[in-house]
T-cell receptor, first 113, second 113 residues
Framework: EPEVTQTPSHQVTQMGQEVILRCVPISNHLYFYWYRQILGQKVEFLVS????????KSEIFDDQFSVERPDGSNFTLKIRSTKLEDSAMYFCVRRVAGQETQYFGPGTRLLVL | GDSVTQMEGPVTLSEEAFLTINCTYT??????LFWYVQYPGEGLQLLLKATKADDKGSNKGFEATYRKETTSFHLEKGSVQVSDSAVYFCALSDNNQGGKLIFGQGTELSVKP
């Protein structure tokens, strides 16, 4: 099973601060996704990324969110100015092109105070 | 849009009881269907999948059959164990739309010894 790792495992931040969540390492020819799960609620799609560009994003993924591969390996999700309601578990997910299965990372638990 | 509906939890069973967790979906295309499991404090793990009508996915004693006529993908297990206690998520992926997963709300299963 392809491995997905995420850092940090936990992050606490103040409202209005920027956070960067990382998915490491990555390989080529893969789709990447970010999902989030607010405590006790369903898992929600945020964005999909392929060939260095966004292929689809949800209504949740507004201007406060961005994704990139800053050094060609790490895949990051940035939240520019966090809100209380951004508190959630964020999952990085990968899928090999041509296959259906998506493999979830362990998640980053973000708490916005 | 596409959606997934699961039976509400929590579901509490005694060890060795029969398990059914209902899942129905609506989709405009021909989705792949998945069951993911989330153990306490962990991320999501793929439990089983089915990619076309009448396919049966199975793993660890769990089974689910893709029923196009009833738009269902019910999860079953003949004899549950305490270690099966977790939250189970039904999901679909419309491969024509970049493969994002759409999840149901999750069903918490608690198995008592």
């Amino acid at each position: 099973e392809p491995e997905v790792t995420q850092t940090p495992s936990h992050q606490v931040t103040q409202m209005g601060q920027e956070v960067i969540l990382r998915c490491v390492p990555i390989s080529n020819h893969l789709y990447f996704y970010w999902y989030r799960q607010i405590l006790g609620q369903k898992v929600e799609f945020l964005v999909s990324f392929y060939n260095n560009e966004i292929s689809e994003k949800s209504e949740i993924f507004d201007d406060q969110f961005s994704v990139e591969r800053p050094d060609g390996s790490n895949f990051t999700l940035k939240i520019r100015s966090t809100k209380l309601e951004d508190s959630a578990m964020y999952f990085c997910v990968r899928r090999v092109a041509g296959q259906e299965t998506q493999y979830f990372g362990p998640g980053t638990r973000l708490l916005v105070l | 849009g596409d959606s997934v509906t699961q039976m509400e939890g929590p579901v509490t069973l005694s060890e060795e009881a029969f398990l059914t967790i209902n899942c129905t979906y609506t989709a405009t295309g021909y989705p792949s269907l998945f069951w993911y499991v989330q153990y306490p404090g962990e991320g999501l793990q793929l439990l089983l999948k089915a990619t076309k009508a009448d396919d049966k996915g199975s793993n660890k004693g769990f089974e689910a059959t893709y029923r196009k006529e009833t738009t269902s993908f019910h999860l079953e297990k003949g004899s549950v164990q305490v270690s099966d206690s977790a939250v189970y998520f039904c999901a679909l992926s419309d491969n024509n739309q970049g493969g994002k997963l759409i999840f149901g709300q999750g069903t918490e299963l608690s198995v008592k010894p």
